[in-house]
């Protein structure tokens, strides 16, 4: 067992506000980080014993000057806590929904880990105004961009495994994720399930999804899909991702063969 890690463990804690004063671990942080640091595990709850991985887990790799030395930015820690989120919520979902099967469970899963929910939980704890950029990616609006947010959230997840281990880092994924658990932003089966199963069940294929455009700039482009289906006009679906805009035109088409039924009953 490494007892610089055990002992990072013991006094790694939950915490009320931080104190102002808190000396900062290692020499790189001035008074500005300081004050970043101490906002973010004030509002996560947690201080860390190291400090250097949460200045790890807030540095894109475009804050480096020179050659740029990934392992160096929150990539490392991204990986460790993506899988640390999982398992955690694994654990919520099995706790939380004794009567639920596998099916269910994974959907559950699917759904709190995916990117866009990442990224709102980076968003409710502000972590884009602590988030090191190189001046480009501030000029393209990195702090806001899901894909950044989304990564950060996870390696803030790893390094609290690192600094803490599993039950701190188990805590506060429950802290964070716990409502959203209990209170799905969208339906456990999306729109493409939805609307594969409504052509099921009427004999047809399966939808066809084709992409038409894609517009905007490298970083963050737009697509717009078509879905279509025999006997159904088809419908179409903007989104920042294929599989977003893949989603949007299937609930379009879900929504108008919904209204179709709703004007054959009146």
């Known amino acids: 067992m490494n007892p610089g890690r055990t002992e990072a463990a013991r006094s790694a804690k939950a915490i009320s506000p931080a104190s102002p004063g808190s000396d900062p671990q290692g020499p790189r942080h001035d008074k500005h980080g300081r004050a970043e640091f101490d906002a973010v595990e004030q509002r996560i709850a947690y201080r860390f014993a190291d400090r250097r991985l949460l200045e790890q887990a807030l540095s894109h790799i475009s804050a480096f000057a020179g050659i740029r030395n990934r392992a160096s930015s929150y990539q490392r820690l991204e990986f460790l806590g993506d899988h640390v989120l999982g398992l955690s919520v694994s654990d919520m979902l099995f706790r939380a929904f004794p009567k639920a099967d596998e099916g269910e469970m994974s959907r559950r899963l699917a759904e709190l880990v995916r990117r866009e929910a990442c990224a709102d ?76 199963e409504w052509a099921q069940a009427r004999g047809l294929p399966t939808p066809a999804y084709r992409e038409i455009e894609r517009t905007g700039p490298h970083h963050d482009p737009e697509f717009r899909v078509w879905v279509e289906l025999p006997e159904v006009a088809p419908a179409e679906g903007l989104g920042r991702s294929k599989r977003a805009a893949e989603q949007a035109a299937a609930a379009a088409m879900l929504s108008r063969t919904a209204d179709k039924k709703d004007h054959s009953e009146d």
Request: aromatic share 4%.
């Open 121 to 196: 939980v980076a968003r409710a704890i502000d972590l884009g105004s602590a988030i090191r950029l190189g001046a480009s990616e501030i000029n393209a609006g990195g702090r806001d961009r899901t894909a950044i947010l989304a990564d950060v959230c996870e390696a803030l997840i790893g390094a609290v495994f690192v600094d803490g281990g599993y039950s701190a880092a188990s805590a506060l994924v429950e802290r964070l994720w716990s409502e959203r658990m209990r209170t799905p932003k969208r339906p456990l089966r999306d729109a493409k399930t939805q609307l594969q």
